[in-house]
């Protein structure tokens, strides 16, 4: 299990640029025109672990399988796309099948064409914001007539359906999105088969130029400064750097190219980081002889869940996972020495699964 993120923005603020760079590809064209990116570009990349490392070195494993993380290069909106304008509807079916957003702002001048004429990130979120609520509150008012006379005939089912579509569309009206409703626990899946373009996580990229890759600038400041006003998360980026990245193959080359821009890591880890924190996402591991494997559950989950996400059938015949926390596996050197030092736990299925985990489970077939 990994998660779908959809790269959304206007035209030529640098998705696909960015695309290109997080899976080391050249699959999405970039070109200096609106939508050239016509169809969804999908592309997977495993999510880097030092962790995963050393415990493969540990145990000696012939092979090592990260967890996968899932992109989706979405052809740039414009405004007007709730009404259809440009690729709109295309835009809003493929965002809709996402599970969070990462939104591209554009944070650099230069002689690249902006499709509003000038470079001003917050009036570029605010566009694509604007037409996921447009297109939101167009759905909800398609539908809760219908379920708001169903309710008072009796329905049950369409009086509580009635009841939070009129909870967020007048969060919608208000210009706020729907993931800044509060839903009761017992509303969650009435909302989530609302299926809310505005419900998402989102997580803003300032793409910046090169010399500001590792200072931000003025624009990516404000863009900070907007993320946290909206209880969401940024990172700064240059997609340009990322895109040159993507081809050193070198670790001793791309760390002394990191240093010699001043950063200490790809952007790519900063949004896988921040991606993981969107989502509520944690790692655990499984090692062996014959491989070292990540595996993504969300937080929360329970170790027969866990289990569920290797096999269906780990989950269903469970009886215990035997667990060993990464750092102690790490410190320790080996599953023999976690047990005789005793950081071998037996956990049952009440337990919740902690961040860096390993499982060995134990199940009937």
Same mark, same amino acid.
């Given at each position: 299990m990994g998660f779908n993120c959809g790269i959304v923005g206007l035209p030529n603020v640098g998705k696909s640029t960015l695309f290109n760079a997080l899976t080391s590809?050249?699959?999405?064209?970039?070109a200096n025109y609106p939508f050239c990116t016509i169809e969804p570009n999908t592309g997977r990349v495993g999510v880097p672990d030092e962790r995963l490392q050393k415990i493969a070195a540990l145990a000696k494993s012939a092979q090592i399988i990260p &967890?996968? @993380?899932?992109?989706?290069?979405? #052809?740039?909106? %414009?405004?007007? !796309? $709730?009404?259809g304008e440009g690729l709109g509807n295309q835009f809003l079916a493929n965002i809709?099948?996402?599970?969070?957003?990462?939104?591209?702002?554009?944070?650099?001048?230069?002689?690249?064409?902006?499709?509003?004429?000038s470079v001003d990130?917050?009036?570029?979120?605010?566009?694509?914001?604007?037409?996921?609520?447009?297109a939101d509150m167009e759905s909800i008012e398609k539908r809760i007539g219908n379920a708001e006379k169903r309710g008072k005939a009796g329905d049950k089912e369409a009086k509580a359906l009635f009841e939070v579509?009129?909870?967020?569309? &007048?969060? @919608?009206?208000?210009?706020?999105? #729907?993931?800044? %409703?509060?839903? !009761? $626990?017992?509303?969650?899946?009435i909302f989530q088969g609302l299926q809310l373009l505005?419900?998402?996580?989102?997580?803003?990229?300032?793409?910046?130029?090169?010399?500001?890759?590792?200072?931000?600038?003025?624009y990516s400041r404000r863009v900070a400064e907007m993320a946290e006003k909206l209880g969401a998360k940024s990172v700064v980026i240059s997609a340009k750097i990322e895109s040159e990245l993507a081809l050193i193959k070198d670790p001793a080359e791309l760390q002394e190219f990191l240093t010699s821009l001043g950063l200490e890591e790809p952007g790519l880890r900063k949004i896988i980081r921040a991606g993981y924190e969107l989502l509520g996402l944690l790692t655990f591991f499984t090692v062996g002889p014959k491989e070292a494997r990540a595996w993504t559950v969300t937080k929360g989950a329970t170790a027969p869940e866990a289990a569920g996400v290797i096999h269906t059938d780990f989950q269903r015949g469970f009886i215990k996972a035997e667990t060993i926390a990464c750092a102690d596996f790490i410190a320790l050197g080996?599953?023999?020495?976690?047990?005789?030092?005793?950081k071998m736990r037996q956990e049952g299925k009440a337990y919740v699964v902690k961040d860096g985990d390993i499982f060995h489970f134990r199940f009937n077939v």
């Amino acid at each position: 299990m990994g998660f779908n993120c959809g790269i959304v923005g206007l035209p030529n603020v640098g998705k696909s640029t960015l695309f290109n760079a997080l899976t080391s590809t050249q699959a999405a064209e970039a070109a200096n025109y609106p939508f050239c990116t016509i169809e969804p570009n999908t592309g997977r990349v495993g999510v880097p672990d030092e962790r995963l490392q050393k415990i493969a070195a540990l145990a000696k494993s012939a092979q090592i399988i990260p &967890t996968q @993380l899932e992109f989706v290069d979405i #052809a740039g909106l %414009v405004r007007g !796309a $709730s009404k259809g304008e440009g690729l709109g509807n295309q835009f809003l079916a493929n965002i809709r099948e996402a599970n969070a957003i990462v939104h591209v702002l554009r944070c650099f001048d230069g002689e690249v064409t902006h499709v509003e004429g000038s470079v001003d990130p917050i009036r570029d979120a605010d566009t694509v914001e604007t037409e996921l609520l447009l297109a939101d509150m167009e759905s909800i008012e398609k539908r809760i007539g219908n379920a708001e006379k169903r309710g008072k005939a009796g329905d049950k089912e369409a009086k509580a359906l009635f009841e939070v579509m009129s909870k967020v569309l &007048t969060a @919608l009206q208000a210009g706020r999105p #729907a993931r800044t %409703v509060s839903i !009761a $626990s017992d509303e969650e899946r009435i909302f989530q088969g609302l299926q809310l373009l505005s419900s998402k996580p989102v997580l803003y990229v300032a793409n910046v130029g090169e010399a500001e890759a590792a200072t931000g600038n003025d624009y990516s400041r404000r863009v900070a400064e907007m993320a946290e006003k909206l209880g969401a998360k940024s990172v700064v980026i240059s997609a340009k750097i990322e895109s040159e990245l993507a081809l050193i193959k070198d670790p001793a080359e791309l760390q002394e190219f990191l240093t010699s821009l001043g950063l200490e890591e790809p952007g790519l880890r900063k949004i896988i980081r921040a991606g993981y924190e969107l989502l509520g996402l944690l790692t655990f591991f499984t090692v062996g002889p014959k491989e070292a494997r990540a595996w993504t559950v969300t937080k929360g989950a329970t170790a027969p869940e866990a289990a569920g996400v290797i096999h269906t059938d780990f989950q269903r015949g469970f009886i215990k996972a035997e667990t060993i926390a990464c750092a102690d596996f790490i410190a320790l050197g080996s599953e023999q020495a976690c047990k005789e030092a005793g950081k071998m736990r037996q956990e049952g299925k009440a337990y919740v699964v902690k961040d860096g985990d390993i499982f060995h489970f134990r199940f009937n077939v």
